[in-house]
């Protein structure tokens, strides 16, 4: 099953500018993560937000909770080309302990 | 961080053999851990939940006769794709979480091609 939606589903830009994500999901959540997962790899956890969070950020990271709206955004800052990746949102949802991923935004950053 | 071991990394096999995937949590105990499977660009679909000592709760659509799934320890699951087809190759990741609700940690994959 798939609980969210990601959009876009490709991004691609320069190095140095800034990339956004965005999720929406179907149901209450208890939280939101962001993974990343580079080609054929397995994935690598970046950021949870709880659902009474609106706001976090990691670095150059910042994510975005509406659960209102039931919708997240990553927002990647100063991005660089090692940030290429498939990058996915992930719901645990509300009374679940199942991770249920996002279609996925596949960002290429070129140099 | 925590270390989820999946073993082998990649696979090839004949149509109609049985491939058996482990994933182990190096160090801690896993009571609950997760199977997923990706297609080519697609996103990770659930395919099980696993629970230490008991039987694996299946996400519908998938077959539990076809995926066997064992937890016998705290620190190991086991994924059996029986009698594997082609359209049975995919890349199965496996996810592990201790006690309660924390983090999940994933191991690096197994790539499956059925020939």
């Known amino acids: 099953s798939q609980q969210g939606e990601e959009d876009p589903q490709a991004l691609s830009i320069q190095e140095g500018e800034n990339a956004t994500m965005n999720c929406s999901y179907k149901?209450?959540?208890?939280?939101l993560q962001w993974y990343r997962q580079n080609s054929g790899r397995g994935l690598v956890h970046l950021i949870l937000i709880r659902s009474n969070e609106r706001e976090k950020h990691s670095g150059r990271l910042r994510v975005t909770l509406d659960t209102s709206k039931k919708s997240s955004s990553l927002l990647i800052t100063a991005s660089r080309a090692a940030d290429t990746a498939s990058y996915f949102c992930?719901?645990?949802?509300?009374?679940?302990?199942?991770?249920?991923f996002g279609t996925g935004t596949r960002l290429q950053v070129f140099p | 961080g925590a270390v989820v071991s999946q073993h082998p990394s990649w696979v090839i096999c004949k149509s109609g053999t049985s491939v058996k995937i482990e994933c182990r949590s190096l160090?801690?105990?896993?009571?609950?851990m997760f199977w997923y499977r990706q297609f080519p660009k697609q996103s990770l679909m659930l395919m099980a939940t696993?629970?230490?000592?008991?039987?694996?709760?299946?996400e519908q659509g998938v077959e539990k006769d076809k995926f066997l799934i064992n937890h016998a320890s705290l620190t190991l699951s086991t994924l059996t794709v029986t009698s594997a087809h082609p359209e049975d190759s995919s890349f199965y990741i496996c996810s592990a979480r201790s006690r309660g609700f924390g983090e999940l940690f994933f191991g690096e994959g197994s790539r499956l091609t059925v020939l």
């Open positions: 696993s629970n230490e000592g008991s039987k694996a709760t299946y």
């Open positions: 149901t209450s959540i208890n939280n």
């Open positions: 160090d801690f105990q896993a009571t609950t």
């Open positions: 992930a719901t645990v949802p509300y009374n679940t302990d199942k991770l249920i």
